[in-house]
């Protein structure tokens, strides 16, 4: 009887065990206890001109990164913000990068850092108003010797400011020298270089207030190659009580005119110095010496390849000639025998 009830207590019991054991998965079987570990800061704030912030991740995972628009519609829109990089594998560091916050509001975003099993950390990004910002969207610009269109670059600020450095140049010309806060877009245009040495500039957008300014660098190529000629070319003797040449200069440049200091006593040149195309003139002084006296004038343009032409320049002596009086014909270098003035007479002969 004992043992009739011991089988009917003990067999269902046993079923009711395997009943149980054949209801669990495999997974539940073999699994082993795991935890994710994400941790970051909660909250930064980056100053109005911070450009970069590190924030160190600590993770046993992979984790990814998403950047999202702040709730708060009050602040200004931060779409210039990127995170490097967008995703890890345990312990890092990303990067948040931006610009100077130039805007009148503060800016913010959410970084929301996201792990496979479901971990999520948000991190709160602010970048304040602070003191005065500037920001030049461009820093470098270059023109052709001969610019054939203007350049334009934008200044992003939150306080008036002004361009510095212009005051010695005369080649550069902008738009707009200071303005208000926001954004403002100079036009630059530069003037035909007369040189073939390349130049530049650098000038500053600087706040007014003293709190912040960027440089930007302007350069400008010189001329490839340099023309100069100068008509005539070869110069007849002055006579002997003196006169004026004009001459005529075909150049794509400036030039410069070069006399020896002891020639002028008695040489004088008008102008000493042009710009492309023109002329200038010689004046020769009587020659009140028994001897004829030379000299050279020297007309140049370009520095780094110069062009050069040499005038050699003679006058005759008192005797070869003699001041013009009502009949006589001032030298202009038309006369090809000077020693004798085409209408001068001799008081001897007569």
Known sequence: MKKRIFLYVVFPMLALTVAITSCKSDDELTAEPHSEL????????????????????????????NVEKAP??????????????????????????????????????????????????????????????????????????????????????????????????????????????????????????QDDVDRNITITAALVSGEGSQDILITQNGKAFINLSVDPAEVQPFPGYGGEREFTVKCNAAWRIYLPEASRQWLHIEPEQGVGDGTFRIFCEPNESEIERPT?????????????????????SRDQGQEPGPDVTPDNGDNPNPRLSPTKHNDKDE
């Open 38 to 65: 994400l941790n970051v800061e909660k909250a930064i704030t980056m100053t109005a001109s911070q450009t970069e912030y590190a924030i160190n991740v600590k993770a046993d995972c992979h984790w990814t990164v």
């Open 296 to 316: 050279v004038v020297i007309v140049t343009a370009g520095t780094r390849n110069p062009q050069q032409v040499n005038l050699f320049i003679n006058q005759y």
């Open 72 to 193: 708060d519609s009050t602040l200004t829109e931060w779409a210039d913000l990127t995170v490097q990089p967008l995703s890890g594998d345990g312990n890092g560091t990303i990067v948040v990068l931006t610009s100077q916050n130039t805007s009148t509001r503060e800016r913010a975003a959410l970084l929301t850092l996201t792990t496979a099993g479901g971990l999520r950390e948000i991190v709160n990004v602010r970048q304040t108003l602070g003191g005065g910002a500037i920001n030049v969207h461009t820093r470098s610009m270059n023109f052709l010797a001969e610019p054939t269109e203007s350049q334009t670059f934008t200044i992003s600020s939150n306080d008036k400011w002004q361009i510095l450095g212009l005051d010695a140049c005369n080649w550069l010309h902008l738009s707009k020298l200071n303005g208000n806060s926001g954004i403002n877009n100079i036009t630059v245009t530069a003037d035909e270089i």
